[in-house]
């Protein structure tokens, strides 16, 4: 089995509206993403999403932006939407994974203009100990068309200016022991989807082939059928979870079958009145996408879930969190989510609000700051309730005739401007 590196940490030199040293380090079983409208929380997604696919060796054209333009990487804006709005033409990434005996540090540059988008730079280097080595080096040539400088010197692969080489070392055959391990260690990339769930989009059969969760959980029907016929154990913990979630005595899950290999979801309630997906209501629906994406992810990946608490009752904030903790240390893979639910941040113990990251608006472009780098984090642990605090600023937009010395806006990226 995979196992994820301890550290992982996604770096945003140059993307969308991050200040150059925005980072997010997805070391937490749970990292919960919270803060204003636009403050670059689904951007941060999108370079997570945008790094996966250029590790695994996709292809710069087939990322398009969002909207049917058949693109197999969708992200807002498209490539030429990642650049930093700064008049300059070029996007930058980097990914550090750290493990016991060394740490990896990769780093890739985009250049976009009316030609395209091209690899201007990329590098991997490898960390153990006191040594540091560089397995490659990419330097586009000067002049159109003049190709890459490679250090150490290409072993015969082509290098094309549309995918990147650690992308082609992870489809070719390189068998140096760097590129194994850099294989083996950005295997958890390979899985990495950002799931936000439509409830609209669930509400249909779906041929019970298509067994991989889809993005925004169209087939959630299908993928829920797989696993109770390939993890029956895991689907009991769908069903034990979701049993907690609707106003209704205890619920079974099961499903209606078409005869053309089309099934549908439907949730048994205690007195036996059946509702299939159809029917069901919003929140149920989302919450079972979550606990199926939970149970149905790849051991040693990260899931990672837009607006995880949407339509779900606060009350069912604690046992959502619950579930994801239980059922990511269950499958060995970590969970990163936004929210804006003041319940999901009540919901968490204060050994847990390492898990929040802060998304905020600073003098350089957006950061994401770790709750306890936020001045003032003791005091608020200190008060407990997060969300209380929260949502007092927010809707009140005034201070508190209490208010302390600190400053709970900044804290919490809420409340009035
Ligand atoms: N190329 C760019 N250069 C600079 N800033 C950008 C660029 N693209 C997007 N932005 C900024 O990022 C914002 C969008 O951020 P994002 O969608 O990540 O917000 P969010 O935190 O997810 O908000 P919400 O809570 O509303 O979903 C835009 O409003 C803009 O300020
Ligand atoms: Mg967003």
Known sequence: MVSLPKDLTLRLPRFKGFAPGAALSLQQPLTLLIGRNGTGKTNALEAFKLLAHLCRGGR????????????????????????????????????????????????????????????????????????????????????PGAGFVVIPPDTGFPVSDDRTYLGRADGGGEKTKAADELREAVRWLVDFRVFDFHPEAMRQFADHRLHQMAPNGFNVSAAAYA?????????????????????????KLGFVEAPNGQVMLELEEATGRKYDARVLSDGTLRAIAVAVAMETTNPGSVVTIEEIER????????????????????????????????????????????????????????????????????????KGRLGAAETQEGLTGAAPPSRPAVDLDALLGMGEP
């Open 311 to 382: 339509g779900l009752h606060p009350a069912r904030a604690r046992a959502l969190v619950k579930h994801i903790l239980e059922a990511g240390s269950r499958r060995d893979a970590r969970v990163l989510a936004t929210t804006h639910s003041p319940a999901v941040l009540d919901a968490l113990t204060v050994e847990q609000y390492g898990s929040i990251v802060v998304a905020r608006r600073g003098a350089g472009g957006h950061e994401l700051v770790p709750f306890w780098s936020l001045p003032g984090a003791e005091y608020l642990a200190e």
């Open 227 to 251: 696993l109770r016929a390939t993890n029956p154990e895991g689907f009991r913990q769908v069903e034990q979870f979701i049993a907690t979630i609707p106003d209704a005595d205890a619920c």
């Open 60 to 143: 710069l054209p087939e990322v398009t932006d969002v909207g049917g333009y058949g693109g197999y990487l969708e992200v807002r804006g498209g490539l030429p939407g990642c650049v930093p709005q700064d008049g300059g033409r070029r996007m930058a990434l980097g990914l550090d994974l750290a493990n016991h005996d060394g740490a990896l540090r990769y780093d890739v540059a985009i250049d976009v203009d009316e030609r395209g988008a091209r690899i201007a730079t990329e590098e991997l280097i490898v960390h153990e100990g006191a040594t540091q080595s560089v397995v490659f080096h990419l330097k586009a040539g000067q002049g």
